[in-house]
């Protein structure tokens, strides 16, 4: 599949402070998703963007969808304890050679300390 | 609804064992897909059915490895025999239409291989 660069790897911050992580791909993406995955658990859908421009909020946490459709971004305002783990983006690409699944990048791990 | 039920959580086997991992997905969801989450690779996908019929198993590492979806309800992923590099996390998802709408992640199985 494509592949997606996420960056950055990794985020030592403390509460209270806003966070932002992002997403690029060489090639266009239809659908952009956010998942975020917590240890020993599988990722959880936190946010979908469908549309070039599109930002969508889910409480804390906004996301858009990069108008070239090969980024995304993800801010997490406001961060707490809980916030801890890995942020996962996943994209749909227009290729209709690469068929139906989605890629993932390497995941951003997220450490807050109180 | 229960989620994806993955089973067993944990596997510890011997190098040359047959293993096989189990995978329920959502009532209703068409497309069910097997990824693989290692430190240095990431989630990388394996194979994904839609409809029960595999539909890309380029992403299987080698012969090894195969997966069976004999109905909706029910997959099984097998490797025969293990080998200690096919430790890893092995996550099943399951989607409706084309994975637009986000994938459901089971718990994922803990497979180590001794």
């Known amino acids: 599949g494509q592949q997606l660069n996420q960056s950055p790897q990794s985020m030592f911050i403390q509460e209270g402070e806003d966070v932002s992580m992002n997403c690029t791909s060489s090639?266009?993406?239809?659908?952009w998703l956010w998942y975020k995955q917590e240890p020993g658990e599988g990722p959880v859908l936190l946010i979908a963007l469908y549309k070039a421009g599109e930002l969508t909020s889910n409480g804390r946490l906004t996301a858009q969808f990069g108008i070239t459709r090969k980024d995304s971004f993800l801010n997490i305002s406001a961060s707490i304890p809980s916030d801890v783990g890995i942020y996962f983006c996943?994209?749909?690409?227009?290729?209709?050679?690469?068929?139906?699944?989605?890629?993932f990048g390497k995941g951003t791990s997220l450490l807050v300390t109180p | 609804d229960a989620g994806v039920i993955q089973s067993p959580r944990h596997e510890v086997t011997e190098m040359g064992q047959e293993v096989t991992l189990r995978c329920k997905p959502i009532?209703?969801?068409?497309?069910l897909f097997w990824y693989r989450q290692t430190m240095m690779r990431g989630l990388e996908l394996l194979i994904y059915?839609?409809?029960?019929?595999?539909?890309?198993d380029s992403g299987m590492p080698e012969d090894r490895f195969s997966a069976k979806m004999p109905n909706a309800s029910f997959s099984t992923l097998k490797i025969q025999p293990s080998e200690p590099r096919d430790s890893a996390v092995y996550f099943c998802a399951s989607s409706l239409a084309r994975g637009m709408f986000g994938y459901t992640f089971g718990s994922g199985t803990r497979l180590t291989v001794v």
């Open positions: 090639s266009i993406f239809n659908t």
């Open positions: 009532s209703g969801h068409d497309y």
């Open positions: 059915f839609n409809n029960n019929v595999p539909i890309d």
């Open positions: 996943a994209g749909l690409p227009s290729n209709s050679n690469s068929g139906y699944a989605l890629n």
